[in-house]
């Protein structure tokens, strides 16, 4: 297909897989609304706040330049790999021991519990981060758009049945980690025939990409704490319940909507990435 065709063939599936995830997603919140209590939603809405951050750090910055630099070697991928991993375990580590300054800054022991589950996310994120950007690179939407709704059909089942066996604020974070090690196992499983990681780790192979990615990094975070000061300021003023009825409400209605212009750049980034020399067809 031509590039054209393929970026319409990219939107085409992951529109498709985003309505048919915010269905899901929508299915799984009326669910969990009956079965949980708000202060259950309140607790991870905490914990999100303030790790939300680590998944920014989790790849180091350098993933978005896998798909931007055309002339990447094999040998250059696999550092790359083994830095998201090592910076994926590295984040999780200082997840777990930031938990007491989690609870003394929002007065909830639960929090210590809840943490080092979230934190075996951004391992799982990591291990599959890889093979995502190839995946994006080379526009196989289709592996994409099918990884997100496995990871969204493994939530809702693990987080809705948990909840259901009385597993409380842990079933959010259940789902989470599930939907993370079933994207990251179906995306390693698809993307296995055509790369795999060799045992190379070299600092000259990193050599561009750790510049690219403060930058990106930077970003991140400058848009992730304009967008979360509300959790913030709610979570330590007004406490768990109503910071639990605060995200039901967020995530029913702004959420969705959030969903769209994530397509158009997943698509876009790495189409403009093939054309990076040619000024007229970026046009």
């Not at 090592?86 to 639960?110: K, M, N, T, W």
């Not at 709610?234 to 409400?249: D, F, H, K, N, Q």
């Not at 995530?251 to 007229?280: C, G, H, M, W």
């Amino acid at each position: 297909m031509s590039l054209r065709a393929q970026a319409v063939f990219g939107i085409q599936w992951l529109s498709s897989s985003t309505a048919l995830t915010v269905l899901i997603q929508f299915a799984q919140t009326a669910a969990l609304s009956r079965l949980l209590e708000p202060r259950d939603f309140g607790l991870t809405a905490m914990i999100w706040v303030f790790l939300g951050f680590a998944p920014m750090f989790a790849d180091a910055g350098v993933s978005n330049a896998v798909i931007q630099r055309r002339d990447v070697t094999r040998d250059q991928l696999s550092s790359v790999y083994w830095l998201n991993v090592l910076a994926g375990c590295l984040i999780a580590a200082l997840s777990c021991l930031s938990a007491p300054l989690l609870v003394a800054y929002f007065h909830e022991p639960e929090l210590a519990g809840l943490v080092p589950w979230v934190a075996a996310t951004f391992v799982m994120m990591a291990l599959g981060q890889q093979f995502q950007m190839l995946a994006q690179r080379e526009l196989e939407f289709q592996r994409l758009a099918i990884g997100d709704i496995l990871g969204a059909v493994v939530s809702a089942t693990v987080a809705v049945g948990s909840a259901g066996l009385g597993a409380g604020a842990y079933s959010l974070v259940y789902g989470g980690l599930g939907a993370a090690a079933a994207r990251a196992a179906w995306l390693i499983s698809r993307g296995w025939t055509t790369w795999r990681p060799r045992l190379c780790f070299q600092r000259s192979h990193l050599r561009g990409f750790v510049r690219f990615g403060l930058f990106q990094i930077g970003d991140r975070i400058t848009n992730y704490i304009w967008s979360n000061a509300d959790y913030m300021l709610v979570g330590r003023i007004l406490g768990s319940g109503p910071l639990g009825i605060y995200r039901l409400a967020y995530e029913t209605v702004v959420r969705p909507l959030a969903t769209v212009n994530p397509i158009l750049n997943a698509v876009a980034y790495p189409v403009f990435s093939k054309r990076q020399e040619d000024d007229e067809k970026l046009r």
